[in-house]
């Protein structure tokens, strides 16, 4: 059973637009979670991270919402680029044991010019 | 300028021969660990190790091995693959929460 569930395979956005990337999570000792993008042929890589203590983290365009209650977090992009077109993974780990990430499937986003 | 680098970045191999994939990071980080990244599974943890010497299981740690002798270098072992190790393999390390990841190494096993 997957314990971080990214349930929009892939996403549509016009270029300027806002995009939304959803994330849940059913592990309620995770605390702390991040969004990594994901070029093609490419590794991973850090965008933007959240600890359980806030409900909002803001770099820029990204900014990511936690909702711990709902058990629910959201990546938000304004505006969107084409150059933000890439496979978008949540992960989510304990601070107690930060070794143990635990990653969701991913949402492709395509953001159209 | 740091960087994850992963050897070779393509493979096809035959079911049962053994194969290494390398790992090496140039940035000092005690934590690294390895993923395969699978359709609709996404990055799923096989290895990881906290330091030199110790190593632990991830969540898919069934067929494959791993070593860390020395702080820069991860290899990942695959003593007899089969074909249901067809993926793509992830090496990553981090010093906080914030991992960098390797280019990827596609591993076709036939």
């Known amino acids: 059973d997957q314990q971080v569930k990214q349930n929009s395979p892939s996403l549509s956005v016009q270029e300027g637009r806002i995009s939304i990337l959803n994330c849940d999570y059913t592990n309620s000792m995770f605390d702390y979670f991040l969004w990594y993008k994901k070029y093609p042929a490419e590794g991973p890589t850090f965008l933007i991270s959240?600890?359980?203590?806030?409900d909002k983290n803001e770099d820029g365009r990204f900014t990511v919402f936690l909702n711990k209650s709902a058990k629910h977090l959201s990546l938000h992009i304004v505006p969107s680029q084409p150059g933000d077109s890439a496979v978008y993974f949540c992960a989510a780990s304990a601070l107690t044991s930060y070794d143990k990430v635990i990653f969701g499937p991913g949402t492709s986003l395509s953001v159209i010019p | 300028e740091a960087q994850v680098t992963q050897n070779p970045r393509y493979l096809i191999t035959v079911t049962g021969k053994k194969l290494t994939v390398t790992c090496s990071q140039n940035?000092?980080?005690?934590?690294m660990s390895w993923y395969r990244q699978d359709p609709g599974l996404g990055l799923r943890q096989i290895y990881y190790s906290m330091n030199v010497e110790v190593t632990d299981k991830g969540d898919v740690p069934e067929g494959y091995k791993v070593s860390r002798k020395e702080k820069r270098n991860f290899p990942l072992i695959l003593e007899s693959p089969s074909p249901n190790q067809t993926s793509l393999y992830f090496c990553a390390s981090k010093t906080g929460a914030e991992a960098f990841f390797g280019q990827g190494t596609r591993l076709t096993v036939v």
């Open positions: 959240i600890s359980s203590i806030k």
């Open positions: 940035m000092n980080h005690e934590y």
